[in-house]
């Protein structure tokens, strides 16, 4: 005889309890309504400052009136918990929100399919696009992590594995460049290469100044994922009779796969929206450059920053729309990432 057995969850809420939960949140609301009335305090800050602290008043006295005082207490840090959480993630909400409202109205079929050589920033909104600025984008950071993720990761695992003779100059050397200003790396580029060298502006340069800048994003963050690696892996590869080298290769840096995807990411969102490197190197030209080695070529963040400091009201729009867009793209970018170093269960 087969008996199903429900699956207990002990720690969900039951009912009562969410209906009680909705009870201290609506006197909540009326208390708070009440104070923000009677006080000189106005606005919506108000009310959410308001708002936190009667809840969190209110919840404690509803779990000291059921549970005791220890569970009073434990319902004051969970309060300041959700308060701190809510505060972290309200400007990136507010961030998303107001480029959405403020770019949207720029938004058309063409802005994809047209670059800006026949118009000006000026011209009425359905006119022109940053086909341009979206191929110049993917260039530069294309070149930059071709060339930055290889060093990265090498010097990670040089840190982590090898720990060699020279391991606490590189990471010093590492730490300092991650504090590097973006218009630093601009100006390195310009005074070493551009200058003496090649004397023009190119896709390339800019990929270099953005190289200095990817590589200890990605080193960093790589070098604290491999150190979260567990040592009985290591010690199981070597065991059965693989080098240290064969057992980094086919052990550590697959369990650290989603980790290195992750710092990835940060070093393309650390460079993806500089601006002092590319206005310095690339020249920012309004037409679709295939080349990165010869002529000026287009990013979003030059794109951005010339329509703002146009100031027109065709050209702010521009500007938004960019804006909206660079988000996008980053955000599509870190989903697809997550959606493909998810590790699925084999049945």
């Known amino acids: 005889m087969t008996i199903l057995v429900k ?6 809420s039951s009912p009562k309890q969410r209906l009680s939960s909705a009870s201290v949140i609506a006197a909540t609301l009326a208390t708070t309504f009440l104070l923000v009335a009677a006080t000189p305090l106005k606005g919506k800050l108000a009310y959410l400052a308001v708002f936190f602290l009667v809840f969190i ?14 569970s009073g207490k434990d319902a004051i840090a969970r309060g300041f918990v959700a308060s701190g959480i809510f505060l972290a993630t309200l400007p990136i909400l507010s961030i998303l929100v107001t480029v959405f409202n403020r770019g949207r109205g720029g938004l058309h079929w063409g802005l994809f399919t047209h670059d800006m050589s026949i118009n000006s920033v000026n011209d009425p909104i359905a006119q022109g696009g940053l086909l341009h600025a979206l191929t110049g984008t993917v260039t530069l950071v294309s070149i930059a992590l071709l060339i930055s993720l290889p060093i990265g990761i090498l010097t990670a695992l040089y840190l982590t594995e090898i720990r060699g003779r020279f391991s606490g100059p590189i990471k010093f050397l590492v730490q300092a460049m991650s504090g590097v200003p973006s218009i630093v790396a601009g100006l390195f580029i310009l005074a070493a290469i551009v200058y003496p060298v090649t004397k023009s502006y190119s896709g390339f340069m800019g990929s270099l100044a953005l190289t200095i ?16 690696i567990p040592n009985e892996l290591r010690e199981a590869g070597v065991a059965l009779g693989g080098t240290q080298w064969r057992t980094v290769a086919m052990v550590v840096v697959p369990a650290a796969r989603s980790g290195l995807v992750t710092a990835v990411i940060l070093g393309i969102a650390r460079v993806a929206g500089e601006t002092a490197p590319i206005v310095l190197l690339t020249g920012g030209g309004d037409r679709v450059n295939p080349n990165p080695f010869q002529g000026p070529m287009g990013s979003l963040p030059f794109y951005i920053w010339k329509c703002f400091s146009v100031g027109t009201p065709e050209s702010i729009t521009r500007a938004w729309a960019g804006i909206f867009v660079l988000l996008a793209i980053v955000l599509v970018l870190f989903v697809c990432a997550r959606l493909l170093t998810e590790r699925r269960n084999n049945k």
């Open 57 to 70: 008043v209110f919840d404690f006295l509803y779990h000291v009136r059921l549970y005791g005082v220890q």
């Open 213 to 228: 800048l990817m590589i200890p994003t990605i080193a960093r963050t790589a070098e604290e994922v491999l150190l979260l």
């Open 7 to 12: 699956p207990q969850k002990p720690w969900a």
